[in-house]
């Protein structure tokens, strides 16, 4: 490919009204790189202070590569592995083919070091979705392993600029290093490993420019491993659209507050209501004690409209296998564990073992009472390809988990004790301490899947579970 003199000029002047975050390399249709993903050993600038942070990154950069692809194009990639340990893809929330989903033992051999894996797969769905390793996740996660996939709608609504927020939390020392405290049985114990301090788009963010009358589609994904964020724009009334990838009638956020907890995806709208000059600040404020400001969105002198435009109607439905809820088999799947838990003891590797000896050998977690010990365990729930189920998800447990169920989206039906009056699908569902969620599934994909805490610290700790669909 040639770049005309004025290509460039196009690209510069894009990339110069967004200083500090780096969005121009969001915007970047598909090229030959993606035909190749190599994680390995990098440094990043991610405070912005020309300092570097050493990282695993894929492709040299955090976040990876963004995949942009059309609904049904095909993903081809050969991965090759230049870390010192194994490593796998997978492919947050695409329905891929069993084979093709990235769990070691489970779906496939963990790629050695120098080893390569060929991985291809049709996007099947539209929306927001990520790739990122599935062995050693606390620690590959952590250091940057990551980026993101956007298969683009059929027919897109109609926004000035549709970009990627990829939010992430790192624990840093004072020189700007990753803490390597991985599995700290603290954290392992507790809500998981909270870092301290957050990137978007692997940047501590500054400023955020918007135009008057401007409607940019942000697509707001979270990296880390368990921080939990919930963005307050003030000023602004964003409205959501998608979540988990999967189109919800656009709604304002309840209280304010869009969350996003670990590896789901809400997709806003964000319209540009203010003024030239204004300034108005972006806070997390999912944990009331430790809320802070995340940038500044700030109005560019020149307006791109003088009002902005009529609101957006929703997006397509989801094209979801529909569950037959009158047909349905019926199921509980209980978390329980960690500190406060009451938790006695569970069984691992076949065996009741007391919560002592369990926590000797760091698990503390158990999903229907049994503490995981490898990515190939027995499934807990056996499948009969098409059919319906209704899973009743309790979470026995004094923290929030992220559940995610591979190859498959599940209907919301209700949180809490709350009936959902709209249609939510997720992949990765936020249960808060001691609560139940109730879903509905087809179970339309074949294979064995992953049922896990995302947050890996738990996960690795024994929360995680297999269900096979045949
Ligand atoms: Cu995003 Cu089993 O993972
Ligand atoms: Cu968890």
């Known amino acids: 490919m040639t770049f005309s003199r004025r290509q460039f000029l196009i690209a510069g ?48 950069s955090v976040p990876g590569p963004v995949y942009r692809l059309k609904l049904g194009q095909r993903v081809d990639t050969v991965l090759e592995n230049r870390l010192n340990q194994p490593t796998t893809v997978h492919w947050h929330g695409m329905r891929v083919p069993n084979g093709m989903d990235g769990v070691p033992v489970l779906t496939q051999p963990p790629i050695n070091p120098g080893g390569t894996f060929r991985y291809a797969f049709e996007a099947r769905n539209p929306g927001t979705f990520w790739y990122h390793p599935h062995f050693q996740s606390a620690e590959q996660l952590d250091r940057g392993l990551h980026g993101v996939i956007v298969v683009e709608d059929e027919h897109p609504p109609q926004v000035d600029r549709d970009l990627v927020w990829l939010l992430d939390d790192w624990r840093l020392d004072p020189r700007g290093q990753i803490v390597e405290d991985f599995g700290d049985l603290h954290d392992v114990s507790h809500q998981g490993r909270i870092g301290n301090t957050a990137t978007l788009n692997g940047r501590v963010p500054d ?59 809400v997709d806003i709208i964000l319209d540009g209501s203010g003024n030239p000059g204004d300034r108005f600040e972006v806070v997390d404020r999912y944990y009331p004690n430790r809320a802070f400001k995340l940038l500044d969105l700030v109005y560019s002198d020149t307006p791109l409209r003088s009002n902005v435009p009529p609101p957006l109607a929703a997006l397509p439905a989801p094209r979801l296998s529909e569950p037959d809820l009158s047909n349905a088999t019926r199921h509980e799947i209980t978390f329980s564990g960690g500190a406060m838990g009451g938790m006695g003891s569970a069984r691992f590797r076949g065996e009741e073992t007391g919560i002592r000896q369990l926590a000797r050998q760091g698990k503390v977690w158990a999903i229907n009472g049994v503490v995981a010990s490898r990515h190939d365990e027995p499934p807990i729930i056996q499948m009969r390809l098409g059919h319906s189920y209704i899973i009743d998800f309790i979470n026995d447990t004094a923290f929030p988990h992220p559940v995610h169920l591979h190859g498959h989206a599940m209907k919301l039906l209700k949180t809490g004790d709350k009936e959902l009056n709209r249609t939510v699908w997720r992949d990765t569902l936020l249960m808060a301490p001691r609560t139940r969620s109730t879903v509905a599934m087809v179970a339309d994909n074949p294979g064995k899947w992953m049922l896990h805490c995302h947050i890996p610290e738990h996960q690795e700790a024994g929360m995680m579970a297999v269900v096979s669909v045949t």
């Open 13 to 60: 002047a894009a990339a110069a009204t967004c200083p500090r975050i780096g969005f121009s390399r969001y915007e970047t249709p598909p090229g030959p790189w993606l035909q190749r993903l190599t994680p390995a050993p990098a440094e990043v600038d991610l405070l912005g202070a020309g300092k570097a942070t050493p990282v695993w990154a894929y492709n040299g």
């Open 207 to 265: 400023t955020f420019e918007l135009k008057k009358g401007e409607r940019v589609r942000l697509r707001l994904l979270n990296a880390a491993n368990a921080w939990i964020f919930g963005l307050e724009f003030k000023g602004h009334t964003p409205r959501v659209i998608s979540l988990d990838g999967h189109a919800v009638a656009p709604t304002a956020p309840e209280d304010g507050r869009v969350v996003v907890g670990p590896a789901q995806r």
